[in-house]
């Protein structure tokens, strides 16, 4: 149940993010749930061998490469998901930031 939470809270960060951004646009709370998961897949199997493989440049840039890493996986969630067009690098770094606060935000407020 955590779980099912926890998607429709990101589901609801990527809408936040397309709503503040210009370069990110969704077509409905469906194609951002759909997102939210794709999102979730690929930060679980593919963003620790990327942080795995660029640990010198994060450990070089202070952790701030993972930045970077958040924008990439955010964008390829714009090409994985038919509904959400992610439109430049850019807009995938921000919008990766806003949906990582908003989450962050929502997380805590429903927890406690």
């Known amino acids: 149940m955590r ?4 998607l429709l809270i990101n589901g609801v960060a ?20 759909i997102a939210a998961v794709i999102l979730a897949v ?3 199997f593919i963003r620790p061998v990327l942080v ?3 640990l010198p440049i994060t450990v070089l840039s202070l952790g701030l490469f993972l930045l ?3 924008a990439v996986t955010f964008y390829v969630t714009g090409m994985l998901v038919p509904g959400l067009e992610v439109t ?10 806003i949906v ?4 962050w935000a929502l ?3 429903i927890r406690d």
């Open 68 to 70: 970077v890493i958040n």
């Open 52 to 54: 795995f493989l660029t």
């Open 42 to 44: 690929i930060n679980t």
């Open 107 to 109: 997380n805590g407020m």
């Open 100 to 103: 990582s606060v908003v989450s």
């Open 3 to 6: 779980w099912l939470v926890g």
């Open 88 to 97: 430049s690098f850019w807009g995938a770094f921000w919008g990766a930031l």
């Open 14 to 33: 990527v809408l936040a993010a397309a709503f503040l951004l210009d370069s990110i646009e969704v077509d409905g709370f469906g194609s951002a749930l």
